[in-house]
């Protein structure tokens, strides 16, 4: 299994520019999750889903939006990118049911807005 | 220990030492912990993790110690290498599909 991948790895967008974080999984999870980390600091939720079609909120969601069509694949959405969504992007996944609460995290999207 | 703001909290230790990194957690009604190793450039790694109806759980070389009545949680790293530098998060979670809740994170800086 390849696990979580994101792609692109490294992006720069202009200010009002918009652009799709991919991220797909390959274990059969149920639940996704996309968070971001910002230069020495923890990772923030945007959003998650807990299957497909279904996605909430996190507690960062503004300026972001998901959707969640399959199983495997859980995008990010930026329409109108600005600076203070310059950060690293992490996309995780983690099967449903008790006693497996460990989330896998892919490799990470670093974004920079100009 | 945890602060805001732009700098972690670094944990410097000489290569073979014992490192013991902290974590205090802020929701009582928490059930599963967690620990990531994150190394630069890269993300999130699972270390071990441990549930609130134990207070100790072994893995190789680490360890975890719970502590509900402090809501308290430690990582220890026996014989501490090169290998171990990076960042260390705790995380936790009310289980179900909740989210895990992530601290802020610690440094750790093995010295050779």
């Known amino acids: 299994n390849a696990g979580v991948t994101q792609t692109p790895k490294f992006r720069i967008l202009k200010i009002g520019q918009s652009m799709t974080l991919q991220c797909t999984q390959d274990m059969n999870h149920n639940y996704m999750y996309w968070y971001r980390q910002d230069p020495g600091m923890g990772l923030k939720l945007i959003y998650y889903?807990?299957?497909?079609?279904?996605?909430d909120k996190g507690e960062v969601p503004n300026g972001y939006n998901v959707s969640r069509s399959t199983t495997e694949d859980f995008p990010l959405r930026l329409e109108l990118a600005a600076p203070s969504q310059t950060s690293v992007y992490f996309c995780?996944?983690?099967?449903?049911?008790?006693?497996?609460?460990?989330?896998?995290f892919g490799p990470g999207t670093r974004l920079t807005v100009l | 220990g945890e602060s805001v703001g732009l700098h972690l909290p670094t944990l410097s230790v000489q290569e073979g030492d014992n490192s013991i990194i902290n974590c205090a957690y802020s929701n009582s009604a928490s059930d599963y912990f967690i620990w990531y190793k994150q190394e630069s450039g890269k993300g999130p790694q699972f270390i071990i993790d441990i549930r609130s109806n134990m207070d100790k759980r072994q893995g190789q070389r680490v360890t975890v110690l719970l502590n509900k009545t402090v809501k308290h949680l430690s990582l220890q790293i026996a014989a501490t290498q090169p290998g171990d530098s990076a960042v260390y998060f705790c995380?936790?979670?009310?289980?179900?599909?909740?989210?895990?809740?992530f601290g802020k994170g610690t440094r750790l800086s093995v010295i050779a």
């Open positions: 889903s807990v299957g497909a079609g279904i996605t």
């Open positions: 995780a996944s983690r099967q449903s049911g008790r006693g497996t609460d460990t989330q896998y």
């Open positions: 995380a936790e979670s009310v289980g179900g599909n909740t989210p895990l809740v």
